[in-house]
């Protein structure tokens, strides 16, 4: 599996017909242990030689169908999951013209899955849920219809509320924790323990959504208006990096797939009107992320993100969303340029070692990418906005012109 993921098709091509046999042995061992790792294995094989995987997919995918219908037992809960993710990476690797038939057999299996109550704690669930956006992405438009059966459920965990136990800093009592499922983080004087499982699992679920309204784009349409208000509010998750990410992600996708649904007169009783709000509902919350985002990799996501929205949105911007922006810009420059003199300031520091001056160089790259980002977004206002954005430029010029020297 290791080497499969890192292996490109040219690589791996003349030695499947060897990996691929003995993984079909495999699967069919006694052992469960042995089985998953199979189903992973092949899998990750799958994925990394794509096309080539055709010659093999009516040997393999009756076998994956067999264990997806049969591993029925709590004691297999973990291999029909595994089945799963296979399935639905060969569908991906194959293409849809191979895989369209077996695809409306899996979808049922997965449709009735979805139907029926499960545990919190079962991995099915985040292995249903990745499943659901490969089969989207390996089947574009033909899957929207399974889009009314795949949305409830994942906004559902979409909107997971952290479980989070807060404790004095000072306390002695140690957060209960009764597996490694809890992390804790200290803030000023409290101390968090958050259940990870959760987290993950809502973060999983941002990151299909967001996944879905790339690829179906105007098909997405009719579920705007309930996830654009689970996600916006997600930009400032600081609980985890991950959903924050895929918020971030998901925001232009909404106003490409709104957009594209009125251009196209798929959005019934719409028109440019409802772009308009969208737009004002996302961007200002964009602009106010950004501002309190305190990791900088994600500050860059951030601009970029708001980039490809001010592009979606061009002269539908008002005056005021200009303003923040062009002051948000500000802010960001002012910030960075306080982060890099604190960075001078440790290479002074006696204690200042080789270990350090290596993280020293990854905050200066991401450093570079931010500025890169500010660019962009100055370019796209100037483009939008041309001679009535200059008041705004001639603020900014202030904090630009000295980085033409430096």
């Known amino acids: 599996m290791n080497f499969s993921e890192n292996c490109t098709p040219e690589i791996l091509t003349p030695y499947l017909d060897g990996i691929v046999s003995k993984l079909l042995v495999l699967l069919q061992n006694g052992k469960q242990m042995v089985q998953e790792g199979a189903l992973t294995a092949l899998a990750s094989v799958a994925d990394s030689s794509q096309?080539?995987?055709?010659?093999?997919?009516?040997?393999?995918?009756?076998?994956?169908?067999?264990?997806?219908?049969?591993?029925?037992?709590?004691?297999?809960?973990?291999?029909?999951?595994?089945?799963?993710?296979?399935?639905?990476?060969?569908?991906?690797?194959?293409?849809?013209?191979?895989?369209?038939?077996?695809?409306?057999?899996?979808?049922?299996?997965?449709?009735?899955?979805?139907?029926?109550?499960?545990?919190?704690?079962?991995?099915?669930?985040?292995?249903?849920?990745?499943?659901?956006?490969?089969?989207?992405?390996?089947?574009?438009?033909?899957?929207?219809?399974?889009?009314?059966?795949?949305?409830?459920?994942?906004?559902?965990?979409?909107?997971?509320?952290?479980?989070?136990?807060?404790?004095?800093?000072?306390?002695?009592?140690?957060?209960?924790?009764?597996?490694?499922?809890?992390?804790?983080?200290?803030?000023?004087?409290?101390?968090?323990?958050?259940?990870?499982?959760?987290?993950?699992?809502?973060?999983?679920?941002?990151?299909?959504?967001?996944?879905?309204?790339?690829?179906?784009?105007?098909?997405?349409?009719?579920?705007?208006?309930?996830?654009?208000?689970?996600?916006?509010?997600?930009?400032?998750?600081?609980?985890?990096?991950?959903?924050?990410?895929?918020?971030?992600?998901?925001?232009?996708?909404?106003?490409?797939?709104?957009?594209?649904?009125?251009?196209?007169?798929?959005?019934?009783?719409?028109?440019?009107?409802?772009?308009?709000?969208?737009?004002?509902?996302?961007?200002?919350?964009?602009?106010?992320?950004?501002?309190?985002e305190p990791e900088t990799e994600m500050c860059s996501s951030m601009l970029d993100s708001l980039n490809e929205c001010m592009q979606l949105s061009g002269c539908l911007l008002d005056e005021n969303q200009v303003r923040a922006i062009s002051d948000e810009i500000k802010n960001v420059i002012i910030a960075s340029a306080t982060r890099k003199r604190d960075r001078s300031e440790r290479t002074k520091a006696e204690d200042f070692d080789a270990d350090e001056g290596e993280l020293l160089k990854e905050e200066n790259e991401q450093e570079e990418e931010v500025f890169d980002q500010v660019g962009e977004c100055l370019g796209t206002l100037i483009k939008t906005f041309k001679a009535s954005f200059l008041p705004f430029f001639d603020e900014l010029s202030v904090y630009v012109t000295p980085m033409l020297v430096s």
């Open 51 to 292: 096309d080539h995987f055709k010659k093999y997919y009516d040997a393999v995918m009756p076998y994956l169908k067999a264990i997806l219908m049969n591993a029925t037992d709590k004691s297999n809960r973990m291999l029909r999951a595994k089945s799963m993710e296979c399935i639905s990476l060969v569908g991906m690797a194959v293409g849809k013209d191979k895989f369209r038939d077996d695809a409306k057999q899996v979808m049922e299996v997965l449709m009735a899955l979805q139907g029926t109550p499960m545990e919190t704690d079962d991995p099915i669930t985040s292995y249903m849920l990745q499943a659901w956006a490969r089969l989207c992405k390996c089947l574009g438009q033909d899957f929207l219809p399974y889009m009314h059966v795949v949305m409830p459920p994942l906004l559902q965990s979409a909107q997971l509320k952290p479980d989070v136990t807060i404790t004095s800093a000072e306390s002695d009592d140690e957060i209960e924790s009764d597996d490694d499922s809890i992390e804790t983080i200290t803030l000023g004087d409290k101390r968090i323990g958050i259940r990870t499982s959760v987290l993950e699992e809502k973060a999983t679920a941002c990151n299909m959504l967001c996944c879905y309204a790339d690829e179906l784009k105007e098909g997405f349409f009719p579920w705007i208006d309930q996830v654009a208000p689970t996600l916006v509010p997600l930009l400032k998750f600081y609980f985890h990096e991950e959903v924050r990410r895929a918020a971030v992600a998901a925001m232009p996708e909404l106003l490409r797939s709104a957009k594209l649904a009125v251009e196209k007169g798929q959005a019934p009783g719409r028109d440019e009107s409802y772009v308009k709000q969208l737009s004002d509902f996302i961007i200002p919350a964009l602009v106010e992320a950004l501002h309190k």
